[in-house]
C-alpha cells in the first residue's frame, strides 16, 4: 500500500474514530497515525467539531440543581486536597457546596453533623470521607490524629443514613508497584458500588511526550482506559466501574492512550 | 447555541484556571455547560436517573482532565460536548455489554428499551431541533446515510449494531458513515485546517 492510500485509508477511519466506530486495531493504528500528525489531528478536531453541532440539535434539558450540589462537593475537597489543606479544610471545602438556603446561623454551626444525614449528599459524603482516609494513608500527615478522624466521620456516615451500595468494600487495597513506580506507594478504595479511588505518592514524572496511563480490566477481561495520571497528582477517581477485577498503570510511550497497555504494568492492584 | 468570541475566549480563560484547580471558575463553567450536558445525557441515554449520574460522572471528568484541553484543537464547547458523548457511549456500550446486569436482558435489550422509553423528559429530548445549517447539512445526505449517522451518534449503536438494523452489509454501513461524516464536515464549512473554537467556529 503506498503512502497516499494508506493516509486516504487513516483519513476515512478518522471519521468513524470521531464516532466512536472503530475496533481496537484500527483504533490502534489512527492512534498512532494521529500521534505522528498533526494535520490529522487537526481533521480528527473538524470530525468532532461536526458531532458537536449534531449535538446542538438535542432538545435542551435543564439540568437538576441536585447534580451541582454533589459535583460541587467533590470539586470543592478535590481543590482543597490539591492544595494541600488540612483534613478540616477539605471536609469544610466540601460541607461548602451545601445550599445556600439551608446555610444559615445555627445550621451553618452544625453543618458538619447534619451534612451526613443529608440524602443528596451521602455519595459525595462517602468520597470525601474516604479522601480523607487516602490522604490519611498516602500522605502520612499526622496519621493516628487523621485516621481516627476518618473513621470517625465514616461511623457516623453508617449509623446515620447507611452505607451506599459497595461502601463495605471500602477498606484500601494496596497497589502492587514496579519499575520506575517501584518507589511510588498507591492504594485503591471502593467509594461506591462504580465508582473508586486510586492514590499514589512520589509518582515519577514521565519523561516529556510519555505518560503513564490508568486501565481497569473486568470479571470478563475487558481492558479499559480511564485516564492519564498527571504529574503532582496524588488521587484519581476511576468513575463507572462496577465490576473491575484489576486496576493497572502503564507507561505509555505518547501522551494519546491506547486501547490496551502497551507494557506491563508498572503498578498494579488485583480486587 | 451560538457564542461570541468574546464568549469563547471568556471559557477558554475559565479552562487554564479550572486547570489550576480552580474551584469558582469551575462553578462558574458548570453553570454555563452544564445544560448542554444533561441534555446530550438525557437525549442518549434516555432515562432520567441514569442520565444525572451520568452527568455527575462528565463533571468530574472536567475537573480531572481540564489541564488536558488545548484551545489550539477545539472549543471548550466543543470539547465538553466530546468528552460527554464519549461517556454516553462508553455508558450505552458497557450496558449491552453486560446484560447479565438485569434478569432475563439480553444483549440489545439496553437500547431496545431507551427506544421505547416512556419517560416524558426523555422523549421530548429525543426530539432534535438542528440549527437551520445543520438541518440543511442533513436533509442533504441519503436517507442511510442520515440513519447511520443517527444511530451511530445519538444512540450509540455500533457498526454491527447499525447493520443489522438497516440490512445492510457491514462494510456499506462504514461507508454510509465515512461519506456523511465528511460531507457534513463539507457543508457546514469546516475545514481540516481550521482550529475548532477559532473565530470561524459559530458554535463558540
Redesign the interface.
Known amino acids: 500500500m503506498t503512502d497516499t492510500n494508506r493516509n486516504e485509508e487513516i483519513r476515512e477511519l478518522l471519521a468513524l474514530y470521531a464516532l466512536r466506530q472503530l475496533d481496537e486495531r484500527d483504533q490502534v493504528r489512527v492512534e498512532r497515525a494521529l500521534a505522528a500528525d498533526p494535520e490529522l489531528r487537526r481533521e480528527l478536531g473538524a470530525y468532532e467539531h461536526v458531532g458537536a453541532r449534531l449535538a446542538d440539535g438535542m432538545a435542551p434539558v435543564s439540568a437538576p440543581a441536585s447534580i451541582k450540589h454533589n459535583v460541587m462537593a467533590s470539586v470543592r475537597a478535590s481543590a482543597a486536597h490539591r492544595a494541600g489543606g488540612t483534613l478540616d479544610d477539605i471536609a469544610a471545602a466540601a460541607d461548602s457546596a451545601r445550599p445556600a438556603p439551608e446555610r444559615s446561623s445555627r445550621a451553618r454551626d452544625r453543618a458538619r453533623r447534619r451534612w451526613f444525614t443529608a440524602p443528596a449528599f451521602t455519595g459525595a459524603m462517602a468520597a470525601a470521607c474516604l479522601l480523607l482516609a487516602v490522604v490519611a494513608i498516602d500522605l502520612g500527615r499526622d496519621l493516628d490524629a487523621a485516621n481516627e478522624r476518618a473513621d470517625r466521620l465514616e461511623r457516623a456516615a453508617e449509623s446515620n443514613t447507611g452505607a451506599p451500595a459497595g461502601f463495605e468494600n471500602a477498606t484500601p487495597h494496596t497497589v502492587a508497584t514496579t519499575g520506575d513506580f517501584e518507589g511510588a506507594t498507591g492504594s485503591l478504595i471502593q467509594v461506591s458500588k462504580d465508582k473508586w479511588i486510586l492514590a499514589f505518592n512520589d509518582v515519577p514524572t514521565p519523561a516529556v511526550g510519555t505518560s503513564w496511563q490508568v486501565w481497569t480490566a473486568d470479571s470478563n477481561g475487558l481492558i479499559e482506559n480511564v485516564a492519564q495520571w498527571k504529574s503532582g497528582d496524588t488521587q484519581l477517581l476511576v468513575l463507572d466501574r462496577a465490576d473491575i477485577v484489576e486496576v493497572m498503570v502503564s507507561y505509555e510511550p505518547t501522551t494519546r492512550p491506547a486501547p490496551v497497555p502497551s507494557s506491563a504494568p508498572v503498578a498494579d492492584v488485583k480486587i | 447555541?451560538q457564542r461570541t468570541a468574546e464568549q469563547r475566549a471568556q471559557h477558554v480563560a475559565w479552562m487554564r484556571q479550572v486547570a489550576d484547580?480552580?474551584?469558582d471558575v469551575?462553578?462558574m463553567l458548570?453553570d454555563e455547560f452544564?445544560?448542554?450536558?444533561?441534555?446530550?445525557a438525557?437525549?442518549m441515554l434516555r432515562d432520567r436517573q441514569r442520565a444525572?449520574d451520568?452527568?455527575?460522572?462528565v463533571?468530574?471528568?472536567i475537573?480531572?482532565?481540564a489541564?488536558?484541553y488545548d484551545s489550539g484543537?477545539?472549543?471548550v464547547?466543543?470539547w465538553i460536548?466530546?468528552l460527554?458523548?464519549?461517556?454516553m457511549?462508553?455508558?450505552i456500550r458497557?450496558a449491552n455489554?453486560?446484560p447479565g446486569d438485569r434478569p432475563g436482558a439480553e444483549a440489545g435489550d439496553e437500547v431496545a428499551s431507551r427506544m421505547s422509553t416512556s419517560d416524558d423528559?426523555a422523549e421530548?429530548?429525543?426530539?432534535?431541533?438542528?440549527?437551520d445549517d445543520?438541518?440543511s447539512a442533513m436533509a442533504d445526505l441519503t436517507a442511510d446515510q442520515r440513519t447511520a449517522?443517527e444511530l451511530?451518534?445519538?444512540d450509540?449503536l455500533?457498526?454491527s449494531e447499525i447493520a443489522a438494523r438497516l440490512g445492510k452489509p457491514l462494510g456499506t454501513v462504514?461507508t454510509y458513515?465515512?461519506q456523511g461524516?465528511?460531507r457534513?464536515?463539507d457543508a457546514?464549512g469546516?475545514?481540516?485546517?481550521?482550529?475548532?473554537g477559532s473565530q470561524g467556529?459559530p458554535?463558540g
Open positions: 447555541m484547580g480552580d474551584p469551575f462553578e458548570y452544564v445544560d448542554l450536558t444533561f441534555s446530550i438525557i437525549g444525572e451520568a452527568t455527575q460522572d463533571w468530574i471528568k475537573w480531572n482532565a489541564s488536558t484543537k477545539a472549543s464547547a466543543t460536548t466530546t460527554t458523548h464519549r461517556h457511549i462508553d455508558m458497557r455489554a453486560r423528559v421530548e429530548a429525543t426530539n432534535r431541533a438542528y440549527a445543520v438541518r449517522l451511530a451518534y445519538f450509540g455500533s457498526q462504514k458513515m465515512f461524516m465528511r457534513l464536515r457546514l469546516v475545514e481540516a485546517d481550521m482550529p475548532t467556529d458554535r
